[in-house]
């Protein structure tokens, strides 16, 4: 079975949404990060996203031309689901829409053959994946910011012990953390 992997950018009190400027994917300085990120993206083969999280992709990153990065090159290339029951047409190469039940629609993903399935933004997705136990890791870049407000990575309520299996830090000042589910 693929595992299915949280990729957040986070703060130090727990937000993932990002409601100040405290996040910039293409801004210099992240060497190493972006390293890490190149090393996980070699293990996956497929991104899954919610359809907020797709378009403001889709917006964003295919318009990218001189993108230092390698993000843009290969969120291009990468298999992308979007999970929506509102979209029709992608718009996008290597995009698929899963208009289905989520939770059934992811599981029948993580049971073909591949790669690992990675899940970034999409917030109401990770919410709805991590209360249906179908996540394997949770792959935190926590930033030195606190926001004070926004949307919370693991619904309330929702408990668990986790087990670490990673860590880094990074000149930059953000720390990475890779914990297991159950």
């Not at 990153?61 to 290339?77: E, V």
């Not at 004070?148 to 830090?169: H, I, K, N």
């Amino acid at each position: 079975m693929r595992t299915l992997a949280i990729t957040q950018n986070i703060t130090l009190d727990g937000a993932v949404e990002m409601l100040g400027d405290w996040f910039d994917p293409t801004a210099e300085g992240q060497d190493e990060q972006l390293a890490e990120l190149h090393r996980q993206d070699a293990a996956s083969d497929a991104t899954l996203l919610g359809r907020q999280t797709f378009t403001d992709f889709r917006g964003f990153w295919p318009k990218q031309t001189d993108d230092t990065t390698g993000i843009t090159d290969y969120l291009n290339q990468v298999q992308k689901y979007v999970v929506s029951s509102t979209l029709t047409d992608p718009d996008w190469q290597n995009s698929t829409v899963l208009s289905g039940d989520p939770v059934a629609e992811v599981r029948a993903l993580k049971e073909q053959d591949g790669a690992d399935i990675v899940v970034t933004g999409s917030i109401t997705l990770c919410h709805t994946l991590i209360e249906a136990g179908l996540v394997d890791e949770y792959r935190l870049f926590r930033y030195p910011v606190v926001q004070g407000r926004g949307r919370r990575l693991f619904p309330d309520g929702w408990s668990a012990d986790l087990r670490l299996v990673e860590t880094a830090s990074f000149a930059n000042g953000v720390s990475y953390t890779r914990h297991a589910a159950g």
